[in-house]
């Protein structure tokens, strides 16, 4: 800017000067690691507020506590933050040595929720582990223990040069991830079974799969759910109500009507934090599986639209990561772990909109249930630890200074000298 022009307005940036500086801040070597914390955070509290609010009406008549969700899900915090914390300070030494311990776990807990008196069914699914006062859902680890094996398989094939061909790009990785689908596909559960196949399909794309094999491979997958839907009478219910939304409203096609009614009814502002109507009894599930349309029903269009932007600044922060970091476990874990996220998060938005058949899957960090949070909040941990090794983040974190626990600790005598 000239000192005409800087006289003339003041010695302030025009709106170009403005954009192009706002622009400028995604250049930053920390961009990734603020917006990953930020959002994560952000949908976290929007996710405990939420849960109170879609689960006081139910809570209160099943219990005589309003509070019984929302400090089940506060307990769940308390627990998955630390998780998320230690994920951010891990080497990428320790998530490749975690890879095959949590993929042998993952499938000895699917294998025990096939076990009759310890598996739990619930909305024609099989899925949780009954352990007395805790019901575990033994599916979500298996999403990041997909990420994190599949990465460090691929990882080290690419080391040794070895997938410019088919079969040992494949292999044992489609076997591996077989397994964990079929177990879940044995349990009937739908929508964690295409989320599994979503990350190995994103894994596939990373790496650089040649395009004949990626479209035969995406091809397999559209045909195994084809084949999961017709076995099931609920599930071809739940295609033929999606493509007749208006027909049976009062028995198949009643939570996806309910959804949008409640969706609907917020306009742009929506009816006001707590002043929902669809959760007295009108909408299954809203605490989980149909969160959005209470946020949608509360926070109206605005609301809606907020947490879609923090979904899609979050997915722009993971695939930054993956793109910028040189590690290829590393790259390739922090885009399996993004595509996990977000997908499931479209497919539950689109669910609720009725753009999407309802496949039963929550809605990361908002959603009810420690199950699905803990690996989740991991999950993000380990993406804040890859953004820390992106080109230039090391210096900018030296620059930045001690954070406030190294400073709290300072202050007590306790830090490290």
Request: aromatic share 8%; with cysteine; glycine share 12%.
């Given at each position: 800017?000239?000192?005409?022009?800087?006289?003339?307005?003041?010695?302030?940036?025009?709106?170009?000067?403005?954009?192009?500086?706002?622009?400028?801040?995604?250049?930053?070597?920390?961009?990734?690691?603020?917006?990953?914390?930020?959002?994560?955070?952000?949908?976290?509290?929007?996710?405990?507020?939420?849960?109170?609010?879609?689960?006081?009406?139910?809570?209160?008549?099943?219990?005589?506590?309003?509070?019984?969700?929302?400090?089940?899900?506060?307990?769940?915090?308390?627990?998955?933050?630390?998780?998320?914390?230690?994920?951010?300070?891990?080497?990428?030494?320790?998530?490749?040595?975690?890879?095959?311990?949590?993929?042998?776990?993952?499938?000895?807990?699917?294998?025990?929720?096939?076990?009759?008196?310890?598996g739990r069914s619930a909305g024609g699914a099989t899925r949780w582990v009954d352990l007395g006062p805790v019901q575990i859902q033994p599916s979500e680890l298996a999403k990041l223990a997909l990420v994190l094996w599949g990465a460090d398989l691929l990882a080290r094939k690419d080391r040794l040069g070895q997938l410019t061909e088919w079969r040992p790009l494949l292999v044992?990785?489609?076997?591996?991830?077989?397994?964990?689908?079929?177990?879940?596909?044995?349990?009937?559960?739908?929508?964690?079974?295409?989320?599994?196949?979503?990350?190995?399909?994103?894994?596939?794309?990373?790496?650089?799969?040649?395009?004949?094999?990626?479209?035969?491979?995406?091809?397999?997958?559209?045909?195994?759910?084809?084949?999961?839907?017709?076995?099931?009478?609920?599930?071809?219910?739940?295609?033929t109500g999606f493509l007749d939304p208006s027909g049976n409203q009062l028995t198949t096609n009643y939570q996806g009507t309910q959804g949008l009614f409640a969706v609907a009814s917020g306009g742009l502002f929506g009816t006001?934090?707590?002043?929902?109507?669809?959760?007295?009894?009108?909408?299954?599930?809203?605490?989980?599986?149909?969160?959005?349309?209470?946020?949608?029903?509360?926070?109206?269009?605005?609301?809606?639209?907020?947490?879609?932007?923090?979904?899609?600044?979050?997915?722009?922060?993971?695939?930054?990561?993956?793109?910028?970091?040189?590690?290829?476990?590393?790259?390739?874990?922090?885009?399996?772990?993004?595509?996990?996220?977000?997908?499931?998060?479209?497919?539950?938005?689109?669910?609720?909109?009725?753009?999407?058949?309802?496949?039963?899957?929550?809605?990361?960090?908002?959603?009810?249930?420690?199950?699905?949070?803990?690996?989740?909040?991991?999950?993000?941990?380990?993406?804040?630890?890859?953004?820390?090794?992106?080109?230039?983040?090391?210096?900018?974190?030296?620059?930045?200074?001690?954070?406030?626990?190294?400073?709290?600790?300072?202050?007590?005598?306790?830090?490290?000298?």
């Open positions: 800017m000239t000192a005409a022009a800087e006289e003339e307005g003041g010695g302030r940036p025009g709106p170009r000067e403005q954009v192009a500086a706002a622009v400028g801040l995604l250049d930053r070597p920390l961009t990734s690691y603020y917006l990953v914390l930020g959002c994560s955070m952000m949908l976290l509290g929007l996710g405990l507020t939420m849960v109170l609010s879609a689960s006081s009406v139910k809570q209160l008549q099943a219990t005589g506590s309003a509070y019984t969700l929302f400090q089940k899900q506060a307990m769940w915090m308390v627990i998955g933050l630390p998780g998320m914390w230690l994920g951010s300070r891990l080497p990428v030494r320790t998530f490749r040595a975690l890879a095959y311990p949590l993929v042998l776990l993952s499938i000895v807990c699917l294998a025990l929720v096939l076990v009759p008196g310890l044992p990785l489609m076997p591996g991830a077989g397994i964990l689908v079929l177990l879940v596909m044995l349990g009937s559960d739908l929508g964690t079974t295409l989320v599994l196949l979503t990350i190995f399909l994103s894994l596939l794309w990373v790496v650089g799969a040649p395009g004949r094999l990626f479209v035969g491979i995406a091809g397999l997958v559209c045909l195994l759910v084809s084949i999961l839907i017709v076995v099931e009478p609920y599930r071809m219910q739940r295609l006001g934090l707590g002043e929902g109507r669809a959760k007295w009894d009108y909408l299954p599930h809203a605490e989980t599986d149909f969160i959005f349309a209470i946020v949608g029903e509360e926070f109206g269009l605005v609301g809606t639209l907020v947490v879609l932007g923090l979904f899609g600044m979050l997915a722009y922060a993971g695939l930054r990561i993956a793109r910028r970091v040189k590690d290829p476990f590393t790259r390739l874990a922090a885009a399996g772990a993004t595509a996990w996220l977000v997908v499931q998060a479209i497919v539950n938005i689109g669910a609720v909109i009725g753009v999407l058949p309802i496949t039963g899957i929550p809605l990361p960090l908002v959603s009810y249930g420690g199950s699905a949070l803990i690996p989740s909040l991991f999950a993000l941990g380990m993406l804040l630890a890859f953004a820390k090794r992106e080109p230039g983040a090391r210096q900018a974190l030296s620059a930045r200074g001690p954070g406030p626990v190294v400073r709290a600790l300072s202050w007590l005598g306790l830090a490290r000298r």
